[in-house]
Nanobody, 119 residues
Framework: QVQLAESGGGLVQPGGSLRLSCAAS????????MAWYRQVPGNQRELVAFISSGSSKFYADSVKGRFTISRDNAKNTVYLQMSSLKPEDSAVYYC?????????????WGQGTQVTVSS
């Protein structure tokens, strides 16, 4: 059973930074693409960023230039470095893997990690 464990969230002031981590089981990392998503209560989960097995990266326009996704295959971990945080970045952040469609993920969703940006 594939499991995902997100961590690193918290309360941060606008303009601050956080680094999220997602530890995945070994078989999870056979998925060619790993992605971060976020969800605000009442809204659909949205794709924030993804990184392919070849380390190609995609970012949603709302986070481009402020967030950086990376992966460490040896540690089965994917990271999301978030800088210049804004209140609208507040959400629960999740990671998952996919083969072709980022909304057709390969594992059950984890608990996520809460990010709150507020003064």
């Amino acid at each position: 059973q594939v499991q995902l464990a997100e961590s690193g969230g918290g309360l941060v002031q606008p303009g601050g930074s956080l680094r999220l981590s997602c530890a995945a089981s070994g078989s999870m990392f056979s998925a060619p693409n790993m992605a971060w998503y976020r969800q605000v209560p009442g809204n659909q989960r949205e794709l924030v960023a993804f990184i392919s097995s070849g380390s190609s990266k995609f970012y949603a326009d709302s986070v481009k230039g402020r967030f950086t996704i990376s992966r460490d295959n040896a540690k089965n971990t994917v990271y999301l470095q978030m800088s210049s945080l804004k209140p609208e970045d507040s959400a629960v952040y999740y990671c998952n893997g996919y083969v072709r469609n980022p909304y057709e993920v390969v594992a059950d969703w984890g608990q996520g990690t809460q990010v709150t940006v507020s003064s």
